[in-house]
């Protein structure tokens, strides 16, 4: 079965330009997570949705930062304008919780530079 | 605020050697999950156990075990016999929902 896909792999653009991050979920998994790694702060959630539904995004670091799930095959992390702060790993996991113990299955990240 | 500690920034071990990182994390929760993952240098997240807070026995897989003092709200890992390929970051998230909690890591590092 295939994990979770996430593109592309590396980005390197330019302060000020926009970036979208892309995600698919592992079929059939009905959550979705967005997390940010950087040295400083370790892994962060950013937000994550259910049933294509945002739930919770309190992570987001502020308006600059966007995320949509129009099906449940599909996911994009949007940053406009982008800054070099942004730097980071970002992270796309999905999960099936039919019960408490269902792990979360990331992808492989996505590592995003701000020059 | 609901936490994860890992006390422990780095820690090495002999290849074939035992070695146990400490995990110790704070929730008010009464049902809830833990896990223990690895990041390699090639930075994909890997599961590598999984223990039910409402189980008293102690999960193991292969040669990944955890030590779980509810009580104490600590939850360690032992690798036994290590292999090179160990060699990661490791993570003790935990979990009461959809959400996990993840602490700052453990390096490890695998001396051949």
């Known amino acids: 079965d295939a994990g979770v896909i996430q593109s592309p792999r590396h980005e390197v653009t330019e302060m000020g330009q926009e970036v979208t991050l892309r995600c698919k979920p592992i079929s059939g998994h009905d959550y979705l997570f967005w997390y940010r790694q950087t040295m400083m702060r370790g892994l962060e959630l950013l937000i994550y949705?259910?049933?294509?539904?945002?739930?919770?995004d309190s992570g987001m670091p502020e308006d600059r930062f966007s995320a949509k799930m129009p099906n449940a095959s599909f996911s994009t992390l949007k940053i406009q304008p982008s800054e070099p702060r942004d730097s980071a790993v970002y992270f796309c996991?999905?999960?099936?919780?039919?019960?408490?113990?269902?792990?979360?299955?990331f992808g492989d990240g996505t590592r995003l530079s701000i020059l | 605020a609901q936490t994860v500690t890992q006390s422990q920034p780095e820690m090495s071990v002999q290849e074939a050697e035992t070695v146990t990182l400490s995990c110790t994390y704070d929730t008010s929760e009464s049902d809830y999950y833990l896990f223990w993952y690895k990041q390699p240098p090639s930075r994909q997240m890997i599961l590598v156990i999984r223990q039910e807070a409402y189980k008293q026995q102690n999960a193991t897989e292969n040669r990944f075990s955890v030590n779980f003092q509810k009580a104490a709200k600590s939850f360690s890992l032992k690798i036994s016999d290590s292999q090179l390929g160990d060699a990661a970051m490791y993570f003790c998230p935990w979990s009461s929902g959809s959400r996990l909690t993840f602490g700052e890591g453990t390096q490890l590092t695998v001396n051949p």
């Open positions: 949705f259910n049933n294509n539904v945002p739930i919770d």
């Open positions: 996991a999905s999960s099936n919780y039919v019960s408490l113990n269902q792990p979360q299955h």
